[in-house]
């Protein structure tokens, strides 16, 4: 079945060390988004590739970067996760077409827990 | 400045009954908005949309009401079932001729737990 996949599904990092969460599509999509939800609050975009072309939401902090070397594949990467970063970061994916009925498809999250 | 807004942080009824979930939004830009389902250990899965020149859409089990002048959403349930007990979350977006920095992309509510009991 086509699907969103991320690895891993539980991250444990100590404090000011670097950490890569990963996320895979068979869907083809042109758009992943890397989201980042904390207890009881809604998912915040935190930036998004067209393609290659790389889009950042205004308040994305620094210590946050992304690669997506291929269609498939994205990565997030925290620079020096601080205890504030501790929450669940969700990949999805979408066609691109800017229109309601391009339905975003969602990973099942990665749990990061900061020491 | 949070654009779509979900007050109640959860409901229950019992099964059989309706379930109506609330969302509020700012933005009168916004032209579609859709809800998500979400279960324990999964990600928010696409469960209906409504256009904003819409008041009404219907999907089976599950009905969308939007009220533009009030600038508030509903979902309606009915009958819950026990299977529904999940994490339901509003999300609204602009659409537009490409996808860019306005366009394309959800805001989402905080989202609202619901409980059906058996």
Redesign the interface.
């Known amino acids: 079945d086509a699907m969103v996949i991320q690895n891993p599904r539980y991250q444990v990092t100590q404090f000011g060390k670097p950490v890569t969460l990963s996320c895979s599509q068979t869907l083809n999509h042109n758009v992943m988004y890397w989201y980042q939800q904390k207890s009881s609050q809604a998912p915040k975009l935190l930036f998004h590739y067209y393609d290659k072309d790389f889009n950042n939401e205004a308040d994305t902090p620094d210590n946050f970067q992304s690669r997506r070397p291929n269609t498939s594949f994205c990565f997030l990467d925290i620079r020096s996760p601080g205890l504030g970063d501790a929450a669940m970061y969700l990949c999805a994916t979408s066609r691109g077409f800017a229109r309601g009925d391009d339905e975003q498809y969602f990973g099942p999250g990665t749990r990061l827990t900061v020491t | 400045d949070?654009q779509?807004k979900q007050n109640s942080?959860s409901l229950s009824v019992q099964e059989g009954r309706i379930s109506i979930l609330n969302c509020d939004y700012t933005n009168s830009m916004f032209?579609?908005f859709?809800w998500?389902k979400k279960y324990p250990?999964?990600?928010?899965?696409?469960l209906i949309?409504i256009?904003s020149i819409k008041d009404k859409n219907e999907d089976g089990r599950f009905t969308v009401f939007l009220n533009k002048s009030a600038k508030h959403l509903s979902l309606h349930i009915v009958p819950s079932q026990p299977g529904d007990s999940a994490v339901y979350?509003c999300a609204a977006?602009?659409?537009?001729?490409?996808?860019?920095?306005s366009?394309?992309?959800?805001?989402?509510?905080?989202?609202t737990i619901l409980t059906v009991h058996p």
């Open positions: 949070q779509v942080p032209d579609y859709l998500y250990a999964e990600g928010p899965t696409f949309s256009s979350f977006i602009r659409v537009g001729v490409r996808f860019g920095t366009y394309g992309k959800l805001t989402f509510g905080q989202g």
